[in-house]
């Protein structure tokens, strides 16, 4: 307590002066610091890679102003609650959790703390101090969508994923939406492999819908085992998802969404430092650029660079919202009116398919 | 070799108790030693394992509740190797308990009193001893190795955790993911030290390894699974029946496995969620085997288990030792340990000298 | 029709790591020792085989890694429980902890680095009709665990060697009392099945994903442990066994990728037959006495001569 009551005293100096000297003054006295778990390795070429990538940035960002600590492969149930714990009582003012499954301990933890703010990914469960924040993978998923109409010989598409959340289904819409502006006979498969890593498994799905016809592949699982089958293949394409994994499939790549987590993690920072944080719940996107595009792949033409970069940048400047009405479901049904938009609460608990999607079993 | 070992007549009590304190010792130094040569921090290593969750009073809570589940299904693995009956699917009973657990709470959703929580015990030992009971079954009627069935029989109850909370049990409210609802408050364990986690399933644990060395070393049911397991032929002759033995092994095995399951899901969980399966069950035929499987020997090595979960993390938030390392040294305490059992059964003796001087 | 082809092809490379280590933990077994520690033995052989593709993008050498890796782990567990007639259940569960915790901690260092696949045994001419694919389009470990299937066959029915090593595994004492030495037989053995575990291991960086993840064996070692008694510890059911357990991996994928009655199966189910089946045969075997015998006498159990 008496911590952070000389944490506000000195942010509050701080103020005064110009921001940039903000976290200088504060580096001055003791660095905040910020503690990260993730639910699987930061060796994973995903998404855990990715959050880590923005814990890095946040650390040089503010030098040493920060002092950021992680802890990796965290069981999704009470051994959270005491890594949770762990980091709060090891003097983290700031806490992000970055999955789901942490959203009970969090909720139980920062009741104990009440002077830790927590920052909860794509949770729903909010509180005094425990924010929210996501991203809003779907806008890159609409520039992919694009780019798969485009090149696609069979109009076939696949979207391999974990489970059917509301974040993988919104993205496997917002990817047969925007292909199918380009080509209206395309189609995308969803197939579930029920794990989120089982590199194995996600590449004999990549084979098995490769073997019957699809063409481009996405896929929302946390590694790059079915670019790399892409890749082996010698298909159209497939997208790097959460990082730039080029490096797995150099010609197969046609472009990639990167989480860039780290001006989100900067923003809350600094806010804690400032004595300016507020339990959010931001979901966050191209336009501020917690989500990338990646550079585009060598079998992505000028025309079709062109294409992709005119909904990128249609998303930035807010002309273009992929979920926009008419929106059919698959079953013929139209669920959205011409010219309507889709709220955000309707999005987070999308849980049916657009026109082109097969109902998966 | 200047050496050779050498039976002893009876196992060595000393070495019985000084074993597993030099497993952990030897650990400690030889982890301290690998982890310096490989460029990491190793005496923190150690340090921040082995030390920080038992002198940071704070870390006791976390201790007694990763051990409570440890400790209750070692006992019930304990009592049954002593009788050479090997369940090692305790996992798979502890999934099935904590789902029957479950199933109560889920039934009873929206009603109160205070009869739900002992229900969903019930629910949860008699699961785990129904779970156990299908190895039994095929090992006294058909004579099927237990080991084989009731690993695969683990490894199924996962599958049907995976599918019960993806499918009819999922919460309506939970977004799609792939969870129960939150139990009401009556189906949630209470915790008993207020601004504490440590929850009623500890003192459980303690009162099971109680009654278990109680029943174990003072009851004709503890001398039967000893006889059995120690003098098969002799406990023929005496009338103790094999099959007999094996059932009792099972089910009180499979049913602390299954009242572990219980108070998990109603303690720290108070969901059922996908990552409810630990590996809690098979830590713990390694905890019944550091314990020497000895009720009160479960309890020691419950704790120390906890210590190295408890201490892995608190090095990965100090030194930054990846959570890796945490595997290895844990791996590295059953070696020393399993292999200094030899010592709890033989005797190294000089073989130039004679057998009354050269003791080792 | 012409998706059969490229199912058998797919399947063939998701039963082939699961068949190599099951081989050797047959060898093992047969020999009347039970190494669960197959998941981390292969988990070590993956980080190897990365490695060895790695530096050198020679496969046979990363194999070579594997099956030198695996074994070296396997010498762990074999000293603890041959030379200390240590538990060998426990001693395999440590292993297992041992091997994640190990190709862990070994492997950070190779992560979103990719490697090359091993390429097909045989040139690319002899692959072009689909048909051929499916007998020519494999890589040499395809080839290789066809040949050990019946190579052990081969060791354990005909040779005096698999003689030995069957005794030692039915009844330890008397072979120990005629002469054998049957703690060197079991440490032979429990080498071999390192080694096959280890080339299993390296079979998913070069043949199924060409990276390095960390667990990307994904409890595959369970299940080469469970189609080892699901074959009743015969060579050739083993090879049918394997191949059955990884038409049930793939179906699963095709059936949902394609459609069709069989993707309304929850994964779940799919996921937990392997194991389901294997309790069924266990059953069968012993309903029919006759085949009961089969499974090594001494299985499990520590070899303490008296002295």
Redesign the interface.
């Known amino acids: 307590m008496t911590l952070n009551r000389r944490t506000i005293l000195k942010a509050g100096a701080a103020a005064a002066a110009l921001p940039l000297l903000g976290s200088r003054a504060f580096a001055q006295g003791e660095p905040l610091k910020v503690?990260f778990i993730y639910v699987?390795?930061?060796?994973?070429?995903g998404y855990n890679?990715a959050h880590n990538q923005g814990r890095i940035y946040l650390q040089e960002q503010l030098g040493d102003a920060v002092e950021t600590?992680?802890?990796?492969?965290v069981?999704?149930?009470?051994?959270c609650?005491?890594?949770l714990?762990?980091?709060a009582?090891?003097g983290n003012k700031l806490i992000f959790a970055t999955s789901?499954?942490f959203g009970?301990s969090v909720i139980k933890v920062a009741q104990q703390f009440p002077d830790v703010k927590f920052e909860h990914a794509t949770g729903?469960m909010k509180a005094d101090n425990v924010g929210l924040y996501n991203a809003r993978f779907y806008e890159g998923r609409a520039v992919c969508g694009t780019i798969a109409g485009h090149l696609s010989k069979t109009g076939k598409l696949?979207y391999i994923g974990s489970?059917?959340?509301?974040e993988v289904?919104m993205g496997i819409n917002a990817l047969a939406l925007s292909a199918r502006k380009v080509n209206p006979n395309a189609t995308v498969?969803p197939?579930?492999?029920?794990?989120w890593?089982?590199?194995?498994?996600?590449?004999?799905?990549a084979?098995?819908?490769i073997?019957?016809g699809?063409d481009v592949i996405a896929q929302h699982t946390d590694?790059?085992?079915a670019l790399?089958?892409a890749q082996?293949r010698g298909i159209v394409g497939g997208f790097g998802q959460g990082a730039d994994m080029s490096?797995?499939a150099p010609e197969t790549q046609l472009t990639s969404i990167i989480d860039h987590w780290g001006p989100h993690y900067l923003a809350s920072a600094k806010a804690v430092i400032d004595g300016t944080w507020v339990a959010g719940d931001t979901w966050e996107g191209l336009k501020e650029d917690v989500v990338q595009i990646g550079p585009y792949g060598p079998k992505v033409t000028e025309e079709v660079k062109a294409a992709a970069e005119a909904v990128r940048l249609g998303q930035i400047d807010g002309s273009f919202h992929i979920f926009t009405g008419p929106i059919k479901d698959n079953t013929g049904a139209e669920r959205v009116a011409a010219g309507v938009v889709m709220t955000d609460a309707e999005l987070?608990?999308m849980?049916w398919y657009v026109e082109g999607v097969?109902q998966?079993? | 070799m200047p050496f050779r070992l050498e039976k002893r007549p009876e196992p060595s009590r000393l070495m019985q108790y000084l074993t597993p304190a030099a497993a952990v010792a030897l650990t400690m130094v030889v982890g301290a030693i690998i982890f310096s040569l490989i460029g990491y921090d190793g005496m923190g290593a150690v340090r921040e394992i082995f030390l920080t969750p038992l002198t940071n009073a704070y870390k006791w809570q976390d201790l007694g509740v990763k051990a409570a589940p440890l400790i209750i299904i070692g006992v019930g693995l304990s009592i049954a190797y002593r009788a050479n009956v090997w369940n090692i699917g305790a996992e798979g009973q502890y999934v099935v308990g904590g789902l029957a657990g479950t199933w109560v709470a889920l039934a009873t959703y929206g009603m109160s009193g205070p009869w739900i929580l002992p229900l969903m015990v019930l629910a949860g030992v008699v699961g785990g001893m129904l779970y156990a009971a299908i190895p039994a079954l095929l090992r006294t009627r058909l004579n099927v190795n237990e080991i084989l069935t009731s690993l695969m029989l683990t490894y199924a109850s996962v599958q049907l955790i995976y599918y019960l909370i993806r499918a009819p049990w999922k919460d309506p409210m939970g977004m799609g993911f792939p969870q129960t609802r939150m139990f009401a408050e009556a189906a949630r364990l209470p915790t008993i030290i207020p601004g504490t986690i440590v929850h009623l399933g500890v003192p459980i644990a303690l009162l099971v390894a109680l009654v278990a060395w109680f029943i174990m070393s003072r009851s004709v049911f503890g001398y039967q699974m000893r006889v059995v397991g120690t003098a098969p032929h002799a406990a023929r002759y005496g009338g103790f029946s094999e099959n007999r033995t094996i059932w009792l092994a099972m089910l009180v095995s499979g049913g602390l496995a299954g009242l572990a399951g219980v108070l998990e899901v109603a303690g720290p969980f108070q969901r059922m969620v996908p990552g409810f399966p630990t590996n809690y069950g098979f830590t713990a035929i390694i905890v019944a085997f550091l314990g020497r499987l000895n009720p009160l020997g479960v309890v020691f090595a419950g704790i120390v288990m906890a210590i190295t979960f408890v201490g892995g993390e608190v090095a990965q938030t100090t030194i930054g030792l990846p959570n890796a390392a945490t595997g290895i040294f844990q791996a590295m305490v059953l070696f020393f340990l399993l292999g200094g059992d030899l010592l709890v059964r033989y005797r190294l003796r000089r073989v130039a000298s004679t057998p009354a001087t050269g003791a080792a | 029709m012409e998706i059969i082809i490229p199912i058998l092809v797919t399947l063939v490379f998701a039963a082939t790591p699961i068949l190599l280590a099951a081989l050797g933990e047959l060898v093992v077994e047969k020999a009347g020792v039970l190494n669960l520690g197959v998941e981390g033995m292969m988990l070590v052989g993956a980080i190897a085989g990365f490695a060895g593709q790695f530096y050198t993008g020679n496969p046979y050498f990363a194999l070579l890694c594997g099956a030198v890796a695996g074994a070296a782990v396997s010498l762990i567990f074999g000293f603890l429980t041959l030379s200390l007639s240590a538990n060998q259940t426990a001693t395999g569960l440590a292993l297992t902890i041992f091997g994640t915790g190990f190709s862990a901690l070994a492997g950070a260092p190779f992560s979103a680095r990719p490697i090359q696949l091993m390429g097909p045994l045989f040139p690319p001419e002899l692959a072009t009709h689909p048909l051929w694919r499916g007998v020519f389009g494999y890589s040499a470990p395809v080839y290789f665990s066809f040949f050990m299937v019946f190579a052990i066959w081969y060791f354990l029915q005909k040779t005096r060697a698999g003689l030995i090593l069957r005794a030692v595994g039915e009844n330890d004492l008397s072979a120990h009392s005629i002469g054998y030495s049957v703690r060197g037989v079991r440490y032979l053995a429990v080498l071999f099945g390192g080694a096959m575990a280890g080339i299993a291991g390296a079979c998913f960086p070069l043949l199924l994903t060409p990276q390095w993840a960390e667990r990307m064996t994904a409890g595959r070692g369970w299940i080469a442990v469970a189609l080892v008694v699901f074959a009743s510890w015969r060579p050739l059911r083993l090879l049918a066994g394997a191949y059955l357990f990884g038409l049930v991996m793939t179906m699963e994928l095709y059936a949902k990728a394609g459609g069709g009655p069989l993707s309304v199966i929850p994964s779940e189910l799919w996921a937990a037959l392997p194991y389901l089946a294997t309790i069924v045969v266990l059953v069968l075997i012993s309903i029919r006495r006759d085949a009961s015998t089969n499974a090594p006498a001494c299985l499990g159990k520590p070899f303490l001569p008296s002295n």
């Open positions: 503690g699987g390795t930061i060796n994973d070429n890679y600590t992680y802890v990796e492969n069981p999704e149930g009470p051994d609650e005491r890594v714990r762990e980091l009582q090891q789901f499954g009970d729903y696949a489970f059917p959340i509301p289904v498969k197939v579930y492999i029920s794990t890593n089982d590199p194995a498994k996600e590449a004999d799905a084979r098995a819908l073997d019957q699809v590694g790059p085992a790399q089958v082996e490096a797995f987070l608990s849980d097969e998966p079993a």
